[in-house]
């Protein structure tokens, strides 16, 4: 599967109208809008709460993370994970509380 994922020039924190305003091709998730991958910060985020998305198929999930490896990739944020269900089962990012 290919990636969907395209960067945009909006960064930083989104409002909620900044994210209705955004277009499909910047989400993890496109057609149901979740996961907004606009910077490095956005990325990780992603990745983090990969797990927790719901009322999502198998099949989004592997456009999604397609979508994520793009955005990485672009955004220089490394991703150890080679498979969607890898993610959620180890922390992402060093964390002297693990």
């Known amino acids: 599967m290919t990636s969907?994922?395209?960067p945009h020039e909006k960064h930083g924190g989104l409002s909620d109208k900044d994210k209705r305003e955004l277009p499909e091709?910047?989400?993890a998730f496109p057609d149901k809008r979740k996961e907004p991958m606009t910077d490095a910060s956005?990325?990780?985020?992603?990745?983090a709460r990969f797990d927790q998305v719901q009322g999502v198929t198998d099949k989004e999930?592997?456009?999604?993370?397609?979508n994520i490896l793009a955005a990485a990739e672009?955004?220089?944020v490394?991703?150890?994970?080679?498979n969607w269900r890898q993610l959620g089962k180890l922390p992402h990012t060093p964390n002297p509380a693990h």
Do not use: G, L, M
């Open 4 to 6: 969907t994922w395209k």
């Open 74 to 76: 672009h955004y220089d």
């Open 25 to 27: 091709s910047v989400f």
């Open 61 to 66: 999930r592997d456009q999604a993370f397609q």
């Open 78 to 82: 490394e991703v150890a994970e080679t």
């Open 42 to 47: 956005h990325v990780r985020n992603a990745i």
